[in-house]
């Protein structure tokens, strides 16, 4: 009966942070329900993004402010904290003095001191929680239900655009980055079948970069678990076999103009045109990729002098180099506000001194000791890394909600205050699956 009475009481201890827990994952779900509702562009439904970028944002203060009223002021704050802080507060400084106010301004604001306002409000919770009791046990049922509802919402909103769009309508439905998490998460239990659905849809939605991050996560996972690289090579035996068989009646059954395909099969294309045709690796990218070569060049005559090194501030905001434009036959004149390659995007608004904070923020990630055996733990540094391989060619880095809870939940660690008295299963995170 003691025993029982102090495990009531420790959790009693953290009903606070449980209650925020669940009011981030209920709006982590609520921000991949909204990819269903950006289907609507598709039907030329105007005014969508800025009314998504209000959703979103309001989802974060709502995050903030149950933490305010559940926990108050019990913060864990750690030095990295204290550089984030430095990261977000000078191009607000920056952009002020440039004179950048404009609403891309206020949302620049506001998306980046949320994102370090999350990072500390997760890992503040996850801590006091994972002190108390055991993490996996604890994150079970949330974890069923992201992979569940992201899950469903990207089958979903593939269906809708391929009903609405057609298989040779010449544009394609991206599969949210969100899929990372669900993919991770069933990975992270050894679940290869539920993982090889999640990079099929992947695929069938022609997302290069979610693709990219699904197999590098399936690389790392099969490099550092046995079971996950036997796992994987069943299915390639299997693949082997029956690849020719499905990829003939995929053939007969959606046509020669599936658009995700050949998207993705004519980079392969692209890429090896371009080397043949190519001296260095930036003809390489350009003949590759003309839309992410011409935000390099165009940022180019921005970062010079001191803006090279502290960047641009918030709301920057440049136009593509017209001449680029016409050669490639795009659009004459197009103004956007960051890059596709992330590095790029941060160097413009954040400049070098950003970029190094940024990867030392990454490096303290990936350094962080985590316990392999938690499902939960290695789920989010599995998404972590995959997120870091979208990051590449697309910026979602700071704008996706999941991002700031991969880098807290790795950040916890693996040592406990107090041995969990729960199954063995559930510290291994073999318990019955949900994926």
Not at 195 to 224: D, E, H, N
Not at 255 to 267: A, P
Not at 380 to 385: D, N
Not at 399 to 417: C, L
Request: charged share 15%; hydrophobic share 55%.
């Amino acid at each position: 009966m003691s025993d029982q009475a102090a495990q009531s009481s420790d959790l009693l201890s953290i009903r606070g942070e449980l209650k925020v827990l669940k009011v981030a994952v209920f709006f982590m779900i609520v921000f991949a329900a909204l990819n269903l509702v950006a289907l609507l562009r598709l039907l030329g439904v105007p005014g969508l993004p800025p009314l998504l970028l209000l959703l979103y944002r309001a989802m974060d203060a709502l995050i903030v402010i149950s933490f305010l009223k559940y926990c108050g002021s019990r913060v864990k704050v750690r030095g990295i904290d204290l550089l984030l802080l430095i990261f977000a507060t000078y191009p607000f400084l920056i952009g002020i003095a440039r004179g950048n106010l404009s609403i891309t301004f206020a949302n620049d604001t506001v998306i980046f001191f949320m994102f370090i306002a999350k990072i500390v409000i997760f890992r503040t919770i996850l801590s006091r929680i994972h002190a108390v009791t055991d993490l996996d046990a604890v994150f079970t049922k949330p974890a069923r239900k992201l992979v569940l509802w992201c899950g469903l919402f990207a089958v979903i909103a593939l269906a809708v655009a391929s009903v609405l769009l057609g298989t040779s309508s010449g544009r394609y439905y991206q599969a949210p980055a969100e899929l990372t998490f669900a993919a991770a998460l069933v990975l992270a239990q050894g679940k290869i079948f539920a993982y090889l659905v999640f990079l099929a849809i992947a695929l069938a939605a022609g997302k290069r970069m979610v693709m990219l991050g699904l197999i590098v996560i399936a690389a790392v996972a099969a490099l550092a678990h046995p079971k996950v690289r036997k796992g994987f090579i069943r299915f390639l035996v299997v693949g082997v076999v029956f690849l020719p068989v499905a990829f003939i009646a995929s053939s007969s059954f959606l046509g020669s103009d599936l658009v995700s395909v050949n998207k993705i099969l004519g980079t392969f294309r692209q890429i090896e045109r371009a080397m043949e045709q190519s001296d260095n690796l930036l003809e390489i990218l350009m003949y590759t990729d003309p839309g992410r070569y011409v935000e390099y060049v165009s940022l180019l005559p921005h970062l010079v002098d001191w803006s090279l090194w502290f960047g641009n501030g918030y709301g920057f905001r440049y136009d593509l180099d017209s001449d680029f434009l016409f050669e490639f036959g795009m659009a004459d004149h197009l103004e956007v506000t960051n890059a596709h390659f992330t590095p790029l995007a941060i160097t413009a608004k954040f400049g070098l001194f950003g970029l190094m904070i940024w990867i030392i923020l990454i490096a303290q990630v990936l350094s962080t000791r985590i316990n392999r055996k938690s499902f939960a733990e290695y789920a989010c540094r599995l998404a972590f890394i995959s997120m870091l391989a979208q990051s590449l060619f697309a910026y979602s880095f700071f704008i996706n909600m999941f991002v700031p809870f991969y880098i807290a939940m790795s950040m916890v660690g693996s040592r406990r205050t107090k041995a969990s008295k729960l199954p063995e299963t559930l510290v291994t995170g073999q318990q019955r699956g949900y994926g």
